[in-house]
């Protein structure tokens, strides 16, 4: 079983940056691929990030967020990050952190299976 608590999440203009941290309990953290998946009231929850299991190899919804975001994880310390910079409206959502069986990252919000309670994330044009 793991837990997992969101943290970061908060109101901000348009080019700033801001850190989302995913804080984890229970067992076998460092043999659990993760990810950072964002949701808007209506639409579908959506994948915006993930890492292995060891954190070697990040994954990212397109090249915008790929050049202004940075997945992280500090296995020892059980946390992951999410450094968001040059942030735009369109951003703006409930931030949620996952974790799944295995160790192998994946796009697919299906394919994990622990979820965090979220944190608000509002960009501001």
């Known amino acids: 079983q793991v837990h997992l608590v969101e943290s970061g999440g908060e109101l901000v203009q348009a080019g700033a940056s801001l850190t989302l941290s995913c804080a984890g309990s229970?067992?076998?953290?460092?043999?659990?691929?993760m990810a950072w998946f964002r949701q808007v009231p209506g639409k579908q929850r959506e994948f915006v990030a993930a890492?292995?299991?060891?954190?070697?190899?990040?994954?990212y919804k397109n090249s915008s967020v790929r050049a202004r975001f940075t997945i992280a994880r500090d296995n020892d310390k059980t946390i992951m990050s999410l450094q968001m910079n040059n942030l735009l409206p369109e951003d703006t959502g409930i931030y949620y952190c996952a974790a799944r069986q295995g160790i192998a990252p994946t796009p697919r919000d299906w394919e994990y299976d622990y979820w965090g309670q979220g944190t608000q994330v509002t960009v501001s044009s």
């Open positions: 890492t292995s299991a060891s954190g070697r190899s990040p994954m």
């Open positions: 229970g067992s076998g953290f460092s043999d659990r691929a």
